[in-house]
T-cell receptor
């Protein structure tokens, strides 16, 4: 079975540009999570969805960040405008048992560099 | 802020030795999970231990949980070079969020 699929794997763009990260969760999973990983702050939960509805976006750093889940098989994380401090690896994860403590399956991440 | 803190931050051992990693946390949890991350890859779930369990085994992995001390440990026995990775504990808060520790970087030398 296919795991969580993220695209692109790498993105290099200039400051001020819009960045869109994409995620396809595992089929049948009803919870989706976006994380950001940096050396300084480790792995941070940005937002999570349950049945396509955003449940907790308290980790989204600023209004420049937005996330959508238009259907059960697709989610996007958008940064507009991007800044150098947004450089990080962004992970998407999905879970089949809701956010109540089920195990999460991670994609291989998008390595984002903002110049 | 990070819920979990892990130690050591880095651990280097020889193949065949055991590796022990520790995780401490601050608040009540539903369960605690351990994940592994190979360089350049996403995290992979290893094992889950519920708040009412004290010890759990899975192959060469042994996890303990002490809720009175708010701590957990992951033991990898008879380590192999392929176990080289970063290991993270994740505490599951009552509202369902996973909070990850900073991780332990394990290096197993052949």
């Amino acid at each position: 079975d296919a795991g969580v699929i993220q695209s692109p794997r790498h993105e290099v763009t200039e400051m001020g540009q819009e960045v869109t990260l994409r995620c396809k969760p595992i089929s049948g999973h009803n919870s989706l999570f976006w994380y950001r990983q940096t050396m300084m702050r480790g792995l941070e939960l940005l937002i999570y969805f349950n049945n396509n509805v955003p449940i907790d976006d308290s980790g989204m750093p600023e209004d420049r960040f937005s996330a959508k889940m238009p259907n059960a098989s697709f989610s996007t994380l958008k940064i507009q405008p991007s800044e150098p401090r947004d450089s990080a690896v962004y992970f998407c994860a999905s879970s089949g048992t809701g956010a109540g403590g089920g195990t999460q399956h991670f994609g291989d991440g998008t390595r984002l560099s903002i110049l | 802020s990070q819920q979990g803190e892990e130690d050591p931050q880095a651990l280097s051992i020889q193949e065949g030795e055991n590796a022990t990693m520790n995780c401490s946390y601050k608040t009540s949890i539903n369960n605690l999970q351990w994940y592994r991350q190979n360089s350049g890859r996403g995290l992979v779930h290893l094992i889950l231990i519920r708040s009412n369990e004290r010890e759990k085994h899975s192959g060469r992995l042994r996890v303990t949980l002490d809720t009175s001390k708010k701590s957990s440990s992951l033991l990898i026995t008879a380590s192999r070079a392929a176990d080289t990775a970063s290991y993270f504990c994740a505490t599951v808060l009552p509202e369902g969020k996973l909070i990850f520790g900073q991780g332990t970087e394990l290096s197993v030398k052949p």
